[in-house]
């Protein structure tokens, strides 16, 4: 598992918003996120970031604690040591009081033709 020095997720919210905050989970620890901006309500898009500055052994995005919350889509921006800077999207989930949504990607490998 490498080190995550940063990441910045921005999360496009669907037809059912999030009334309450965002919460991440880093290693069963509850994040709170930097540079917050935008929002979580219907339609709405929400980013925020955090340097954690530690090895990663689970790292989820936790659904509300009441209702559902529908994501049209999560994009991460990560910089984990030893692989450099990168970025991933992940497409239309629900989430509700009991679900997580795995948010770390391992770097995709390099494509080429052959």
């Known amino acids: 598992m490498p080190r995550l020095n940063r990441f910045t997720i921005r999360i496009h919210t669907g037809e059912k918003g999030l009334s309450g905050p965002v919460q991440?989970?880093?290693n069963g620890h509850v994040l709170p996120l930097e540079n917050v901006s935008g929002g979580t309500g219907s339609d709405e898009v929400y980013e925020g970031s955090f340097s954690p500055l530690?090895?990663?052994h689970g790292f989820t995005l936790v659904g509300p604690p009441a209702g559902?919350?529908?994501i049209r889509r999560v994009d991460l921006s990560y910089d984990a040591?030893?692989?450099g800077p990168y970025e991933i999207s992940l497409g239309e989930v629900t989430l509700d009081e009991t679900t997580e949504l795995n948010l770390w990607k391992e770097k995709p490998l390099p494509l080429f033709d052959v």
């Open 24 to 26: 991440c989970k880093f």
């Open 54 to 56: 530690s090895f990663i």
């Open 68 to 70: 559902e919350w529908n």
């Open 81 to 83: 040591e030893g692989m």
